[in-house]
């Protein structure tokens, strides 16, 4: 009997027969502000899992370690089981959002570096930023898996902007959770890369290609999250 685990915002997660496997849902639900602005979409979790799939894919590909181990249908992965480590790793090459509103800088503007943040992963507290010494203090992590997931992160980071420029697209920021596995304890990328943990912007016309055109009212989610897997289809 396989039994549900955990229900986020977008996904449940299932046990299977294997006690190292899971199996991921993802749902037709958004959200956003916090789960103050609720909808549902027809093919969101379709859509959301096919671009996952993609980008899991080429990143095992370059070398990076994941939880992903298959798609099994429309919409269902099975992957690795983690134990997550409650730390939500923002990485930014373009201003926007939070860190537009919070430093006064317009969004769009290029960063000359990439910036890493860290949040601390708690819906009650709406994941407050922390730093590494929060994190350390809080004993969320040691300083070894600091590193470890910085450097991963800027490895996913490299990776991700060559194969969105293929597309013609630009990698403006987005949102890594990493995990532990339960097999081994190494640090592997967990949760899921979609439009819906992503900025992506057209590099041309700077047309937004993600979850903030359900945010800001900007367009249909399900025809903005199509035309990215249609530009995705094409990068091999
Ligand atoms: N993000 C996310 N989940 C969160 C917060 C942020 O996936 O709980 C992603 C978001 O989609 C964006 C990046 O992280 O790609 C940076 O988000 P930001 O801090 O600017 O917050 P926002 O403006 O989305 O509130």
Redesign the pocket.
């Known amino acids: 009997m396989t039994q549900l685990l955990y229900e986020g915002k977008a996904k449940q997660m299932f046990t299977t027969d294997d006690p190292n496997v899971l199996r991921v849902v993802y749902k037709n639900d958004a959200t956003?502000?916090?789960g103050q602005k609720k909808a549902s979409f027809d093919g969101k979790g379709r859509l959301n899992n096919a671009i996952c799939t993609k980008i899991f894919k080429m990143l095992q590909k370059n070398g990076v370690p994941t939880h992903y181990l298959d798609t099994i249908s429309e919409n269902e992965q099975l992957v690795r089981a983690v134990n997550i480590i409650p730390i939500?790793v923002?990485v930014?090459n373009v201003v926007?959002?939070?860190?537009?509103?919070r430093l006064g800088i317009d969004e769009g503007k290029s960063l000359g570096r990439t910036i890493i943040?860290f949040?601390y992963k708690s819906d009650e507290l709406g994941?407050p930023m922390i730093n590494s010494d929060h994190a350390l203090a809080m004993e969320i992590a040691t300083k070894d898996e600091l590193v470890e997931i910085r450097r991963l992160a800027l490895s996913i980071n490299d990776a991700l902007q060559n194969f969105f420029a293929e597309a013609g697209i630009l990698l403006?920021?987005?949102?890594l959770e990493f995990g532990k596995l339960k097999e081994t304890g190494a640090i592997v990328l967990a949760d899921e890369i979609s439009p819906?943990?992503?900025?992506l912007w057209d590099k041309e016309t700077h047309e937004k290609l993600?979850?903030?055109v359900f945010?800001r009212n900007i367009a249909d989610l399900p025809e903005t999250y199509e035309k990215l897997l249609k530009r995705l289809e094409d990068v091999k």
């Open positions: 956003a502000f916090n939500e923002v930014r926007a959002g939070s860190l537009s509103k943040e949040y994941d403006v920021d987005f949102k819906d943990s992503c900025r993600d979850k903030d945010r």
